[in-house]
């Protein structure tokens, strides 16, 4: 079985575009979360969306913003690109919401912002 | 807000030896707690997940301890080998369902 699938994995964005960034979960799995990492940090939560719903916000500016398809895959969208939001970014998926068998995690999605 | 520090934030040893990875948090009100492995500019492996409820898991070479009312959580790592280098990551899932989490302990296990 697949595991959960981010793409792409690689981006470069110039200071004031916009990126999207997508994730598939596992099958079955309707809960997705999404974290960033800076370099050094450990992840900071920014969405999660269940059942097609947000269900929680990070400490994230309004530049961010996310949804949830009706197969359960689920995009991340930042608008005007800072150079601080050059990080990796993490998609988790679950199979409740509460995650009570744990989050998995993709690969991620490194983006550096020029 | 639940704050989580994992101490220390790096450890070398020589192959053979065992590791102790602390993580520490400050809300005992948490749903599960789990440690992840991170291999550098990768995405994270879950290593071990334990239920608020419980006080240990093992798999393996792995050992995790939680003391829920102390607000600690202890990764034994047995018999080192230098495929364990990484940076581990201790998360909690607070009620809320989000995780948080340490900044990590970054091993190096010298051959």
């Known amino acids: 079985d697949a595991g959960v699938t981010q793409s792409p994995t690689h981006l470069i964005k110039t200071r004031g575009q916009h990126v999207t960034l997508r994730c598939s979960p596992i099958?079955?799995?309707?809960?997705v979360s999404w974290y960033q990492q800076v370099l050094g940090q450990g992840p900071q939560f920014i969405f999660q969306?269940?059942?097609?719903?947000?269900?929680g916000r990070g400490n994230f500016p309004d530049r961010f913003s996310a949804r949830q398809f009706p197969n359960y895959s689920s995009e991340l969208n930042v608008n005007a690109l800072l150079l601080g939001d050059s990080a990796l970014y993490l998609c988790?998926?679950?199979?409740?919401?509460?995650?009570?068998?744990?989050?998995?995690f993709g690969s991620g999605t490194r983006l550096t912002v020029v | 807000k639940q704050e989580v520090t994992q101490i220390p934030a790096a450890l070398s040893v020589p192959e053979g030896e065992n590791l102790v990875l602390n993580c520490s948090f400050t809300d005992s009100a948490i749903y599960n707690l789990q440690w992840f492995r991170q291999d550098p500019g990768k995405g994270l492996t879950s290593l071990l997940l334990i239920q608020s409820s419980q006080r240990e898991q093992t798999s393996g070479r792995l050992n995790a301890s939680l003391d829920k009312s102390s607000g600690r959580s202890t990764l034994y790592i047995a018999a080192s080998q230098p495929g364990d280098s990484a940076t581990y990551l201790c998360a909690v899932q607070s009620n809320d369902y989000k995780l948080s989490f340490g900044a990590g302990t970054t091993v190096t296990v010298r051959a």
């Open positions: 988790a998926s679950s199979s409740t919401q509460g995650a009570a068998g744990g989050y998995t």
């Open positions: 969306y269940y059942e097609k719903e947000e269900r």
């Open positions: 099958s079955g799995h309707k809960s």
